[in-house]
Nanobody, 122 residues
Framework: EVQFVESGGGLVQAGGSLRLSCAAS????????IGWFRQAPGKEREGVSC????????DYADSVKGRFTISRDNAKNTAYLQMNSLKPEDTSVYYC???????????????WGQGTQVTVSS
């Protein structure tokens, strides 16, 4: 059974930082690309960042470049999203996802975490 445990969300003031974690089980983690997505109420799910299976390639949405950093520890079956200089517009539910294709679109992913709420106050 494929399972994900997402953690690290919460309430933070603008300018603050959070680190999201996504621990996976039931898959050969290093076979998969990892993506982080977010979805605010009434909006479509948006790709935030992605990382290749061996971690050599990363990509970021323009809105988070220079502020967010994606990483993975294949030995721990865990992916991370370090979020710095948070803004109120970053408020959303954040999801991790794994897939063979990866990339910025949800269709590139097979399995999804349950989501973790990030709220940034002004």
């Amino acid at each position: 059974e494929v399972q994900f445990v997402e953690s690290g969300g919460g309430l933070v003031q603008a300018g603050g930082s959070l680190r999201l974690s996504c621990a996976a089980s039931g898959i050969t983690f290093d076979d998969y690309a990892i993506g982080w997505f977010r979805q605010a109420p009434g909006k479509e799910r948006e790709g935030v960042s992605c990382i290749s299976s061996v971690g050599g390639s990363t990509d970021y949405a323009d809105s988070v470049k220079g502020r967010f950093t994606i990483s993975r520890d294949n030995a721990k079956n865990t992916a991370y999203l370090q979020m710095n200089s948070l803004k109120p517009e970053d408020t959303s539910v954040y999801y991790c996802a794994v897939g063979f294709v990866g990339g910025a679109q949800p269709g590139g992913y097979l399995y999804w975490g349950q989501g973790t709420q990030v709220t940034v106050s002004s």
